[in-house]
């Protein structure tokens, strides 16, 4: 079973360019978390999405933004990038349901690291 | 505001000893996670704890959950060099969607010296 994809694995971008990361999620998953990971704030939740609907948003400026698509892709955009944007990010998929237990346990996909310069 | 604190930030350890690292939350929750993630690399899973009590071990790592005290462990026993990553610890809170987010811990850097 293939995991959790993102694309691109690696990108640079300069301040006030915009940019859009994409992630896969494991077949059958249908919720999508994206996460952002740098030193200095360690790891921070941005948002997740089920079934095309946002559920849970953290506490992020509104250049961040995301979707997702029918088939559980999801992409997330940042507009007008600013040098703190630079980490990893890193995006999360789980099995759904209001049981709870291990089925909703998150798997992590390779990250994608951009650098704003 | 659900906080996650970690300790020991940065652990060094010899080969062949035995630690612990500390995990506390600060509200209930229903789940609590261990991560391993080796530098430039995403998280791999380690660790599922849902409840009281709960204690799950994979090779040299146990790790173990109090849901009164809101504190997990996770113990290293007769430590060797694969075992140095960072490890993370998260907890989320179910609510009637199904999944919350994950709130992680600061994260613990384990070096093993030879």
């Known amino acids: 079973k293939a995991g959790v994809t993102q694309t691109p694995r690696y990108l640079i971008k300069t301040r006030g360019q915009q940019v859009t990361l994409s992630c896969s999620p494991i077949s059958g998953h249908r919720s999508v978390s994206w996460y952002q990971q740098t030193p200095g704030q360690g790891l921070q939740f941005l948002f997740e999405y089920f079934s095309e609907t946002q559920r849970n948003k953290g506490n992020f400026p509104g250049r961040f933004s995301g979707r997702q698509f029918s088939n559980s892709r999801s992409e997330m955009n940042v507009s007008t990038l600013e040098l703190g944007d630079s980490a990893l990010y890193l995006c999360?998929?789980?099995?759904?349901?209001?049981?709870?237990?291990?089925?909703?346990?998150?798997?992590f996909g390779p990250g994608t690291r951009l650098t704003v310069l | 505001e659900l906080k996650v604190e970690q300790n020991p930030l940065f652990l060094s350890m010899q080969e062949g000893k035995n630690y612990t690292i500390y995990c506390n939350y600060s509200?209930?929750?229903?789940?609590l996670y261990w991560y391993r993630q080796d530098p430039g690399k995403s998280l791999e899973s380690l660790f599922v704890?849902?409840?009281?009590?709960a204690v799950k071990q994979e090779g040299r790592l146990m790790a173990s959950l109090d849901t009164k005290a809101r504190l997990s462990t996770l113990h290293i026993t007769a430590a060797v060099h694969d075992l140095s990553a960072t490890y993370f610890c998260?907890?989320?809170?179910?609510?009637?969607?199904?999944?919350?987010?994950?709130?992680f811990g600061t994260g613990t850097r384990l070096t093993i010296i030879p």
């Open positions: 704890l849902l409840s009281n009590g």
């Open positions: 998260a907890v989320d809170i179910l609510s009637n969607f199904g999944n919350e987010k994950l709130t």
């Open positions: 509200t209930t929750s229903d789940r």
């Open positions: 999360a998929s789980s099995l759904w349901g209001t049981s709870g237990g291990a089925r909703n346990e998150q798997f």
